[in-house]
């Protein structure tokens, strides 16, 4: 069955960087797209970033255009979200998800159909 | 602040229907699919409803989509105790280049 597994949250000083990654299984990863979401405590998901199934193309919300970088390495089965100048407002659950439709070399939807439990990112003032 | 908009929160008796709605514009909703997504506390969404009106194999005929230009609902009849959760409609923002989810409404169960 599909498994993703993040990691590498905790807790970071504002303005320092930060990478989780999640560790992808039961499906073909490089066939599929994947997408970071982000919930901050007692507010709604917010989008974050989607890379496509090959790491061709990446796509990131306004809010961490050129702070944040996502990437994948599909022999490894991997996805990996590097934060950089990171601030309170970065303080969240950050979901791995994985893409319903395969081998799409753009996104026009957010078709979500497995998500991972999360990785909790504190940004301390 | 999102830019599909939903009110905060529906109520109704079970077995009563609640509806809500997704208020977007020409470059997400009125151009884009549609998806909802269901939040029970402490657990990551839920895919309920893709494609604008289409459920994925397991959701049950009681929760409804539809659009109409840059609006989506979502429908849920029969309530059940076990329906109250969070619900957040999302799709893709041509304009912006991004995924957006919408503001998000809490379902109670009277």
């Known amino acids: 069955q599909v498994q993703l597994v993040e990691s590498g949250g905790g807790m970071v000083q504002s303005g320092r960087s930060l990478t989780i990654s999640c560790a992808a299984s039961?499906?073909?990863?490089?066939?599929?797209?994947m997408h970071w979401v982000r919930q901050a405590p007692g507010k709604g998901p917010e989008w974050v970033a989607a890379?496509?199934?090959?790491?061709?193309?990446?796509f990131y919300s306004d809010s961490v255009k050129g702070r944040f970088t996502i990437s994948r390495d599909n022999p490894r089965n991997t996805l990996h979200l590097q934060m950089s100048s990171l601030g309170p407002e970065d303080t969240a659950v950050y979901y791995c998800a994985k893409d319903s439709v395969t081998f799409l070399e753009y996104f026009s939807s957010l078709h979500i159909d497995f998500w991972g439990q999360g990785a909790l990112v504190t940004v301390s003032s | 602040q999102s830019v599909l908009t939903q009110p905060p929160s529906v109520s109704a008796a079970p077995g009563q229907r609640v509806t809500i709605s997704c208020s977007g514009s020409s470059s997400n909703i009125g151009f884009h699919f549609v998806f909802w997504y269901r939040q029970l506390p402490g657990t990551a969404p839920k895919l309920l409803i893709y494609?604008?009106?289409r459920r994925p194999s397991g959701i049950p005929d009681r929760f409804s989509g539809s659009k109409s230009g840059s609006s989506a609902t979502l429908d849920i009849t029969g309530l059940q105790t076990g329906d109250e959760a969070d619900y957040y409609c999302?799709?893709?923002?041509?304009?912006?280049?991004?995924?957006?989810f919408g503001t998000g409404t809490k379902v109670t169960v009277l």
């Open positions: 039961g499906f073909t990863f490089n066939t599929y797209g």
């Open positions: 494609d604008d009106y």
């Open positions: 890379i496509t199934y090959d790491g061709t193309n990446k």
């Open positions: 999302a799709t893709w923002d041509t304009s912006l280049g991004a995924g957006v």
